[in-house]
């Protein structure tokens, strides 16, 4: 069993930096592909970011390429979401999703098996 734990988010002002973490225990994720994903209200949850724990291959929404980045650390089996040029429209529940890597990135990304409990992340004008 895999728990995943997020942390990091909070209030910022538009143009400003977050960082979330995504930490694993239970199981390391080698092997896995983790992303991030995001639920704002009203709406249904939509894929952000994500990272092969084994190759670092990444992947971004076309909303957040240039301004998110995705990278893990091993020895704390750790996901990090460095997110700069905040815009307003980024406020959501940033949830940690992870299961084992699949090359089908749809197939992937439909089909998480593990997530965070979530992490609020609000931009203001």
């Known amino acids: 069993q895999v728990q995943l734990v997020e942390s990091g988010g909070g209030l910022v002002q538009a143009g400003g930096s977050l960082r979330l973490s995504c930490a694993a225990s239970?199981?390391?994720?080698?092997?896995?592909?983790v992303g991030w994903f995001r639920q704002a209200p009203g709406k249904e949850r939509d894929f952000v970011a994500a990272?092969?724990?084994?190759?670092?291959?990444?992947y971004y929404s076309d909303s957040v390429k240039g301004r998110f980045t995705i990278s893990r650390d091993d020895v704390k089996n750790t996901v990090y979401l460095q997110m700069d040029s905040l815009k307003p429209e980024d406020t959501a529940i940033y949830y940690c999703?992870?299961?084992?890597?699949?090359?089908?990135?749809?197939?992937?990304?439909?089909?998480?098996?593990?997530w965070g409990q979530g992490t609020q992340v609000t931009v203001s004008s």
């Open positions: 239970g199981r390391t994720f080698s092997g896995y592909r």
């Open positions: 999703g992870a299961s084992v890597y699949n090359p089908r990135f749809m197939d992937w990304k439909q089909n998480i098996r593990y």
């Open positions: 990272i092969n724990w084994s190759s670092s291959t990444t």
